[in-house]
């Protein structure tokens, strides 16, 4: 995916809960650059284990926020 088929629409969030979730908007991590949809199959992470979805549980985990952008799929 290329990264200038993408917005950034959310940045410094201070809470997991607080990212939309859509089938349109993905989560990308600042240190590994990695790009994933906020809606998965399956249970998912970013490369570097700063971001992970789990499915079961319906549940975000972000370890540092700081690094944290949501963006909408143009």
Request: hydrophobic content about 30%; some cysteine; proline content about 1%.
């Amino acid at each position: 995916m290329h990264e200038n088929s993408y917005e950034m629409i959310a940045a410094n969030i201070s809470d997991e809960g607080q990212a939309q979730r859509g089938k349109d908007i993905y989560y990308k991590y600042g240190e590994c650059g990695d790009i994933i949809s906020s809606r998965p199959d399956d249970s998912v992470g970013c490369r570097c284990g700063n971001i992970f979805i789990d499915v079961d549980y319906v549940r975000l985990v972000v370890r540092e926020l700081s690094k944290f952008q949501v963006l909408r799929k143009l």
